[in-house]
């Protein structure tokens, strides 16, 4: 029989909403500094760019996103889920120092399986990429030099890991922010600065400077996150190398790694595979479905519009997760939440998704209009011809279903068991038939090319955010909790406001889509947009 101490959920800290406010607020500063230099650093890079150039460098950030992705996604998810050591163990640590040191060593093992893991994934999607190549893109200068060293980048950030779930079990985000500033920054310099020696001395780099650039922040990573988790390990006496804990058994697996919590991310293995093939699946299906200078310029317009969800929406998401993770999570999947612990989650959710509909609605009134003139602003009126302005109109529609999604599902990674992980996973199956398909159609038989796979996002999008809601639904109807969906809806005014401003920011500024603009027309259309943001 389990004992009580084991059954009983683990409480949140009291603190830990406000812990997790100012560790978001954190985040999103930390990813405004950080995007305002990669910024400027890509304005001045696009200088030295091709449209194909951009395409493949592309190619190679998603085979470099989809090692780490795949070697420590659901392990992180994991171990913010679950206890990192047996009840058995808690009971018999009288010493809180030793207690501590015990479970920051659990920690610092389960890190070490996404290094052992991204070993293999690095070799095997390497080899996939190398394979499924074009011609075009493995004959681009100093390609194969560059794979090579994304994927010792990938496994130079790998060998952080250990030590930044550390940091993310005690929610230490000052580290967190340090590291990442510091190695954006330096991959920001190195890459330009390569570039730029590269263009004034006549040599052919290809995408080399790109790699490098990886290469310096994933170095920069390892040396500060190494800085930061040795000083802890001196404090609290563990060790940032693995360390046999137990004899195996039940509780662990080879002595070092936690057996329930290894459990629960094989189990989400699984839907991380389909999650990342659906989050990166538009970028796979340009490289089919086009050439790559559209590759570069999805990617340019992309990027732009990506700007809010990674600066914004991104550190929203994580931190979320960490929040509804600790409120309702436990290790015994019979116990619930109290009703006033579940009131509070749904109170929290219904919250954040009702301010992600008010900003998506400003983003949906005035992006459309103001998005092609920007772009040629910012990037240059060579690649507005290019047509990254109207791919970048369109795009301001798929931002919204991006940041709904992203907290609906960051919800259901917190609070889902391994069974309905498993039903996600397929239904995301799918989805991702269907994002195929519709891509499909929209560039192949319409014709649409950059724009129709937005498009087909957006159809992706609306059937994970449908799945995802329904969830959310259920899971509260099961605890007697209240959770409206309807309720989040906008009212028939914003509605209005939504489908009408485009047209009528066009027709009062005289804003073509297609015309060449000027910063007077960004004025024009940010004076339009005044009346229209108060009537929200």
């Known amino acids: ?27 999103i500063v930390l990813q405004i500094g950080s995007r305002a230099v990669t910024f400027i650093a890509n304005q001045l890079l696009l200088r030295f760019l091709t449209a194909q150039l951009l395409g493949v460098s592309t190619q190679l950030e998603v085979y470099y996103l989809s090692v780490l992705f ?35 060593q659990a920690v610092v093992n389960l890190g070490y399986l996404a290094v052992l893991l991204g070993c293999f994934v690095t070799v095997g999607l390497g080899w996939l ?36 779930v550390l940091m993310q079990t005690r929610l230490q985000f000052g580290t967190r922010a340090s590291a990442e500033s510091i190695a954006t920054f330096l991959r920001c310099v190195i890459t330009f600065g390569t570039a730029f020696w590269a263009s004034n001395a006549g040599i052919e780099f290809g995408v080399l400077p790109f790699a490098v650039g990886q290469l310096s922040y994933g170095a920069s990573l390892l040396l500060v996150y190494l800085w930061a988790g040795t000083r802890l390990a001196r404090a609290d006496g563990f060790s940032v190398l693995p360390k046999a804990l137990g004899s195996g058994g039940q509780d662990y697996v080879a002595s ?11 189990s989400m293995m699984a839907q991380s595979l389909v999650k990342h093939v659906l989050t990166q699946g538009d970028t796979f299906l340009v490289s089919i479905l086009s050439t790559p200078k559209s590759q570069g310029v999805y990617a340019l317009a992309s990027n732009y519009g990506g700007l809010l969800a990674r600066l914004v929406l991104q550190p ?24 006033e612990t579940a009131l509070k989650a749904s109170q929290h959710l219904h919250t954040l998704l ?3 509909l008010l900003l998506s609605s400003i983003i949906v009134s005035i992006g459309p209009v103001a998005a092609p003139p920007l772009l040629s602003l910012v990037a240059g009126q060579r690649w507005a011809n290019e047509g990254a302005g109207e791919v970048l109109a369109v795009y301001c529609y798929y931002i919204p279903l991006l940041a709904m999604n992203g907290v609906a599902e960051a919800f259901v990674a917190s609070v889902a068991s391994e069974a309905q992980v498993h039903r996600q996973s397929a239904w995301m199956g799918a989805f991702s038939v269907a994002f195929g398909s519709a891509a499909f159609f929209f560039m192949r038989i319409m014709n649409l090319g950059a724009s129709g796979l937005v498009y087909a996002n957006c159809i992706n999008m609306l059937c994970r955010i449908v799945w995802s809601l329904a969830f959310v639904k259920s899971y509260f109807a099961r ?23 485009p047209h009528l920011i066009r027709r009062v500024t005289g804003v073509a889509v297609r015309a060449s603009t000027s910063f007077k027309d960004l004025v024009a259309i940010g004076l339009a947009a005044v009346p229209v943001v108060l009537l929200m």
């Open 70 to 104: 795949f070697a420590r996604e659901s392990l992180r998810v994991a171990v913010q889920r679950q206890e990192t050591r047996p009840a058995s163990t808690r009971k018999a640590d009288d010493d809180p120092m030793a207690r501590v040191g015990r479970e920051s």
């Open 1 to 27: 029989m389990s004992s009580p101490d084991k059954s009983a959920p683990a409480p949140a800290p009291p603190d830990a909403s406000k812990t997790v406010v100012r560790g978001a607020s954190l985040l």
């Open 354 to 356: 009702k301010f992600y």
């Open 256 to 266: 070092y790694f936690y057996r329930p919590t290894v459990s629960l991310a094989s």
């Open 316 to 339: 929203i998401e994580e931190s979320s997760r960490s929040y509804f993770s600790r409120l309702l999570s436990s290790q015994d999947t019979k116990t619930r939440p109290s009703r």
């Open 129 to 164: 990429y190398l394979s499924s190549a074009d011609e075009s893109t493995v004959k681009t200068p100093n390609f194969l030099l560059a794979l090579r060293l994304y994927a010792f980048a990938a496994i130079l950030e790998l060998l952080s890991e250990p030590c930044f």
């Open 479 to 501: 605890l007697e909790t209240p959770f409206e969906i309807f309720a989040l809806q906008p009212n028939a005014v914003t509605s209005i406001i939504c489908l009408s401003a």
